[in-house]
């Protein structure tokens, strides 16, 4: 949490002062009369930030990423599981979970942690992989 509210801060700073570090030095000593992020306390540091949040200040979300090509249809194809209950956990990080485990061999055993990472010919074998098994659960449900 005070890792979060410091990085906050920071961006606010460089928002509102650019690379003045007398300005930002000032602020800090006048709000909580420390001088340093690390040696305040979480309400002190709060308060430093909900300053910068009057001043105009606005936290922003991280932006998604949009999956596109084989990771788009490999996440395509996991929802289409989640919706036939193949899957319990239809999200992205339980897809990336699942492929780190399946494709260990893909990497000469060594496992790759995230999906962005995966090769082009990765994630068509992890595509592949699931769709197998999707045929496989689907033909034990119609015998």
């Not at 989640?82 to 496992?111: F, H, M, Q, T």
């Amino acid at each position: 949490m005070a890792c979060k509210l410091i990085q906050k801060i920071k961006i606010a700073e460089k928002q509102f002062h650019g690379d003045d570090d007398d300005m930002k030095r000032l602020v800090k000593l006048e709000l909580t009369g420390m001088n340093s992020l690390t040696a305040m306390t979480l309400t002190q540091k709060q308060d430093v930030l909900d300053h910068y949040k009057d001043l105009g200040f606005v936290v922003q979300a991280k932006a998604k990423k949009k999956l596109t090509g084989p990771a788009a249809k490999l996440f395509s194809v996991w929802q289409q599981m989640a919706d036939s209950k193949l899957v319990r956990d239809r999200r992205y990080s339980a897809l990336e979970k699942w492929a780190v485990e399946n494709c260990k061999g893909e990497n000469n055993g060594i496992p790759i942690t995230k999906l962005e990472w995966f090769t082009t010919a990765m994630l068509h074998s992890a595509i592949e992989q699931l769709k197998a098994w999707q045929n496989r659960e689907q033909k034990a449900v119609s015998a």
